[in-house]
């Protein structure tokens, strides 16, 4: 049987492509990116990962045994004991306090993302979920590997690279994709497909606007 994870990419693979090679993450590439976007990215992220977290434990709730309550759990406390400290020592080393994120609002962007993976789950079951969580889980993994072929040590963003290149990360990532496929053996028939597919385009496109809203934001300094 092949991927449903492979399926969506390749059905939504403009969509893919416009998050995956955005130039906000081309940038991050070459080191151009003006650092005043990278640390709008910074604040709302923190934000984003807090949602993020809601939804692991929205992923716990509609669990149907207690392995995949656990697979929900271990997303929720990757989040709250593991990710939240590195981005929070990341944006330090940005100039960026806890006060700072702690203070400034969500954008539009960010609430429209984050939002509409939460309703995918609650409307839905523990599949919709996932297809809405996939593109953050995996894409940031293809990101980092394909960004680290050509980085140069001197890199400004050399550090989140690494972070999303890691063995670490890239277990995560292979993780993600197969909890999606093992959900789908379970879940999956043909009838859902459509909106499964909704989902996951969806979630693409909204992240593309998150790396957007980077670039939008050192715009608007000017
Ligand atoms: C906009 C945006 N999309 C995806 C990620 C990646 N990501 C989301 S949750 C999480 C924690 C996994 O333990 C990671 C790495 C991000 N940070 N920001």
New binding site residues.
Partial sequence: MTSLFQRLKTDCADEWCSYTHHAFVRGMGDGSLPEAAFRDYLVQ?YL??IQ?ARAYALATYKARSLSEMRAGLD?LK??LD??MDL?VRLCAKWGLSTVDLETTPEKPQTIA?TRFVLDAGQAGDLLDLYAALAP??I??GEIGKALQKHATPDNPYAEWIAE?ASDG?QE?MAASIANLDALAVDMLTENRYPRLKHLFSQATLL?AD?WQMGLDAEQDEK
């Fill in positions: 992220d984003f990962l993020f997303g990757a989040i593991v990710e981005h993302y953050c889980m894409g940031y999303y990360y995560i992240e998150f």
